[in-house]
């Protein structure tokens, strides 16, 4: 079942263009915060969860944000400005 779905999105994303490094990025973006969400946060949880060490799990977030900046630059987008610290956006 799983398989078909994935061959379906697979086939989808190839004839809408999608390239190999932003699906990529998309699938390891949603299936951590995913993990992230179910764990209450704790990047322990979320590790121990996902198969890896807590530093490799930081290391793929920071990773992640990097070629968030790389890709939304790629599609002519600008990322929005992180707070200072100490601020919170309500």
């Known amino acids: ?8 999105l697979v086939e989808e994303m190839v004839d809408r263009g999608v390239h190999f490094d ?3 990025h998309e699938f390891e973006k949603r299936f951590i915060s995913r993990i992230l969400g179910r764990c209450d946060g704790s ?3 979320s590790a121990d969860t996902l198969g ?6 930081t ?7 990097t ?7 790629r599609q002519g987008r600008r990322l929005p400005r ?9």
């Open 22 to 24: 932003d699906a990529v």
């Open 43 to 45: 990047l322990t949880k």
């Open 1 to 8: 079942m799983i398989s078909e779905r994935l061959e379906k």
């Open 67 to 73: 070629e968030a900046s790389r890709l939304t630059r």
């Open 52 to 57: 890896m060490h807590r530093n490799t799990l």
């Open 82 to 90: 992180p707070l200072p610290a100490g601020r919170v956006m309500v």
């Open 59 to 65: 290391r793929k977030m920071r990773q992640l944000q």
